[in-house]
């Protein structure tokens, strides 16, 4: 007999679906007329080219730059947008089409908040991730902001200071800057903004990984998050394949094994995972297959 789990947590996370529904609902509204002008997405939406090339197909246009937006509706994508961007979005009369993800907004406000309370701010994440440039956009102008662990343990003349964090980080790393905080600095605030949506789904992959003879993780070889996920699974199976979608999968990637695991990034949609495991029930044709949900 042959076995297939499915990670519980493979896929959309909350923000995803929530910034993918906003988009259907946006481009369903142009389609039969009820509002006019393009609509456009600053970004993709999503980091999966199956899902953005769909929702293209809609109507829906992923620019790089506010500069190429004139007129019309721009979507604002689940990591958020910088304030700057906003303005001028606002500027020119564009409709904001707000899909930034309730937890990145959670992060925004802790930052500005921060920020006018007179907390230097430390934001743990990549600064050149559009959420850190996001978030970093709400704290007040002359606030110093630090996003390194060496920034923070060379920082002068502050006494107090917040932290924050992109969502994607680790608890590890995020405590690797509460650590060196407060030996520098006599008060420091801390706001957990990880999102355990990731947590979780590394957590699950890395058990499934585990159970299984070959490992599947679905996704964008440009999702950050889905690169990671191959990561984290590679180290505790080596017979782990990252795919974008079921037309990579070849005989050979599961040959003698009896259990295959899938799991899938945040940005990878549903209709990706079912493909996959259509793909493997065909080539599995004639076996004995239980499928089923790992968590
Ligand atoms: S990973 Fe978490 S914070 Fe990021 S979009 Fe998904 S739900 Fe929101």
């Known amino acids: 007999m042959k076995e297939l789990l499915i990670a519980r947590s493979a896929g959309f996370c909350f923000g995803v679906k929530r910034a993918i529904a906003i988009a259907d609902d946006t481009a369903a509204k142009a389609m039969d007329g009820r509002t006019e002008g393009p609509i456009q997405s600053l970004g993709p939406i999503i980091h999966n080219p199956q899902a953005v090339e769909r929702l293209e197909r809609k109507g829906v246009r992923v620019v790089g730059t506010v500069e190429e937006i004139a007129c019309g509706r721009a979507i604002i994508r689940s990591h958020g947008v910088t304030r700057s961007d906003r303005n001028a979005l606002e500027g020119k009369g564009v409709t904001i089409i707000d899909a930034t993800c309730p937890f990145v907004t959670k992060a925004q406000e802790h930052a500005r908040t921060l920020s006018r309370e007179g907390y230097g701010v430390v934001v743990v994440g990549d600064p050149n991730h559009p959420e850190v440039k996001s978030i970093i956009s709400y704290i007040e102008k002359g606030v110093p902001v630090f996003t390194s662990v060496q920034e923070v343990k060379s920082a002068k003349g502050v006494r107090k200071a917040g932290i924050v964090a992109q969502t994607t980080q680790s608890f590890d790393n995020l405590m690797a800057f509460v650590t060196a905080a407060i030996k520098r600095f006599p008060e420091v605030r801390v706001f957990n903004t990880i999102c355990n949506a990731t ?59 009896k259990v295959v695991g899938v799991t899938a990034g945040a940005s990878t949609p549903q209709w990706i995972i079912d493909g996959f495991v259509e793909s493997l029930k065909g080539l599995w044709a004639g076996e004995e297959i239980q499928v089923s949900f790992y968590q």
Do not use: K, W
Request: proline residues 3%; hydrophobic residues 40%; negative net charge.
């Open 199 to 257: 947590a979780l789904r590394q957590q699950e992959s890395t058990g499934l990984a585990g159970r299984a003879d070959a490992m599947f993780v679905l996704g964008g070889y440009n999702s950050a998050n889905t690169r990671r996920l191959a990561e984290i699974c590679r180290a505790i199976n080596p017979r782990t394949h990252h795919i974008e979608t079921a037309e990579e999968l070849a005989p050979e990637m599961v040959s003698g094994a």
